[in-house]
């Protein structure tokens, strides 16, 4: 892989949105610094942007100042749409007006956690891939059917280069280090960040079932996985194990010594946080949801509900 040796310096671009993840922010960001120190060259200057250039709040209640306007953008050649919960409530027409007079200005764009909703709603991922924090790609694939939203840790696809959250940040933005300076670089920059395998786009986003759940049984993982992967058309208990190959006494009693609960506990807990999750963190009807999530009628939804959460989904989404 060809290095870079110029010395010409690349602006890079941080939207920040309310309520956005402080630690993919800072997975994406620290890289660059640490690839000027490590390389003694200017090879990256940083700006921070808000839509009204007032401090913008993170998740965790730190705020972040921009350090300039929106219109101030001749010299930017990147751009991060930097977003974390209820990005699914921004609706700013203003927003994507600009994002999208950005992409006609040959400006790379990329998003963070949940950037890639709003890089979505300016219409600026048609016929690329992207990917989206896995909480968020079910109501994303929803909201635009049409798009290819994978579920990577990362996705750079041409001019648009897109993150799931958290530490893939960092990941991705090795890559592009990588891929404009070298690997020799950007390996530097990993360690530095005691980050010593630079994890490819492929690797799963969610903790193994074997890690969160400490289950063993192959048989069991599959079963698990299989639940994971189909909650919107449910599966019976017996389906699971001809699929699997062990009879529905078997997978009864490897629930049971396992997770302590039956399969269809299990899946019923399931499907119900899945819906916990729409609800706060996507714009989907209720019954959109109830369909999502395998429920064959919003009125068994909201029992099987407040059994669980003790409110409604409508009290839920009102506490969003």
């Known amino acids: 892989m060809a290095t870079d040796t110029s010395c010409q310096t690349e602006h890079v671009g941080f939207f920040l949105i309310p309520e956005f993840s402080m630690i993919s922010f800072a997975a994406v960001v620290d890289p660059l610094r640490m690839a000027n120190r490590l390389s003694g060259k200017p090879l990256y200057r940083w700006h921070f ?3 009204h250039d007032e401090p913008v709040t993170c998740s965790n209640g730190i705020p972040i100042s921009p350090s300039r306007s929106m219109n101030d953008v001749s010299d ?36 963070t956690s949940t950037g890639s909703l709003l890089l979505a709603r300016a219409g600026l991922l048609k016929g690329h891939t992207c ?7 079910e109501s994303m694939q929803e909201e635009f059917p049409g798009l ?30 990588a891929l404009q300076h070298g690997e020799a670089l950007a390996n530097d920059v990993a360690e530095q ?26 048989r069991l ?9 189909n909650l919107e058309e449910v599966l019976t208990c017996e389906e699971i194990g001809q699929l699997v190959g062990i009879s529905t006494r078997q997978l009864e009693r490897l629930f049971h010594q396992n997770l302590s609960m039956s399969p269809a506990q299990y899946y019923m807990e399931l ?11 996507s714009s989907l009807t209720i019954l959109q949801i109830a369909t999502a999530c395998g429920f064959s009628s919003t009125s068994y939804f909201s029992r099987c509900y407040r059994k669980k959460y003790q409110r409604s989904p409508r009290e839920e989404r009102a506490r969003s």
């Open 76 to 111: 930017l050649s990147r751009l991060f749409v930097v977003a974390g919960i209820n990005a699914h409530l921004v609706d700013e027409k203003p927003v994507f007006k600009w994002l999208r007079q950005l992409s006609r200005n040959k400006v790379a764009l990329g998003g």
């Open 271 to 281: 499907r119900l946080e899945r819906a916990r999750h729409l609800l706060q963190q």
């Open 148 to 177: 290819n939203v994978s579920g990577e840790l990362y996705e750079i696809d041409g001019r648009i280069s897109t993150c799931s959250g958290g530490l893939a940040g960092l990941d991705m933005i090795l890559q592009i280090i």
């Open 221 to 229: 993982v599959q079963a698990l996985e299989l639940m994971r992967e």
């Open 49 to 51: 942007y808000g839509l």
């Open 193 to 218: 960040c005691i980050h010593p395998h630079i994890r490819p786009a492929h690797d799963k986003q969610r903790m193994k079932f074997q890690l969160r759940y400490h289950a063993n049984h192959p």
């Open 131 to 137: 990917t989206i924090h896995w909480e968020n790609r």
